[in-house]
């Protein structure tokens, strides 16, 4: 099996070089090539890494078996974007190996694991949706107005105004300061 390491650290006085060394040896127990190593001096939280982003192009195009990565925080500390990386990766049947987890999900017990990791996941996204929904209905019965604040009448008037005048929508929003989309709602 084809096999990617990804290592990351955070300043540029901190060194990647234990990580590879441990998931090198890692890789030799499992009988698998390291064919990339893959290196970002980054924080965990940028959603853009160019060495993650090559990674993950790799695995898109199937050119690699399995993900080698020393810890789960080292590929990200956000939680979607953590699903959204450890989806794209299980969607291409590659592998992923989590060295400090045991997670190895080219097995069936890491199979499993990653099988429960998804379920907590959408639970986790499930409950996120429900709050959002429970604060909603709330500020709706506080009588709080929810969305954009409506258009005066007196820039509606103007609006239409400058519109039979001939002016085209984009001037008339620039003009009036309200969005192009807005203009034209309101002028059809």
């Known amino acids: ?3 990617a390491i990804y290592a990351r650290v955070s300043t540029a006085d901190q060194t990647t070089d234990n ?15 390291v064919d990339r190593v893959y290196t970002d001096t980054i924080s965990g939280a940028a959603t853009k890494r160019p060495e993650l982003d090559a990674l993950m192009t790799a695995v898109m195009r199937k050119e690699i078996d399995v993900v080698m990565v020393w810890d789960v925080s080292r590929l990200g500390r956000s939680l979607q974007h953590l699903i959204t990386l450890l989806s794209d990766i299980h969607s291409k049947d590659v592998g992923l190996y989590l060295h400090q987890q045991g997670v190895d999900t080219t097995t ?3 199979k499993a694991m990653f099988s429960m990791m998804g379920v907590f996941a959408e639970f986790e996204r499930s409950m996120i949706q429900e709050r959002v929904k429970a604060g909603l209905a709330r500020a709706r ?14 820039k509606i008037a103007k609006v239409k105004a400058l519109r039979e ?6 001037k008339i929003a620039k003009r009036v300061g309200i969005s192009h989309g807005k203009v034209q709602s309101l002028v059809a």
């Open 1 to 3: 099996m084809k096999a």
């Open 19 to 33: 990580q590879i060394l441990e998931l090198e040896k890692a890789a030799q127990r499992q009988g698998w090539t």
């Open 108 to 110: 069936p017990s890491g």
């Open 141 to 154: 019965a506080q009588g709080k107005r929810l969305g954009r604040p409506p258009v005066p009448p007196i």
């Open 165 to 170: 005048q001939g002016q085209s929508i984009r």
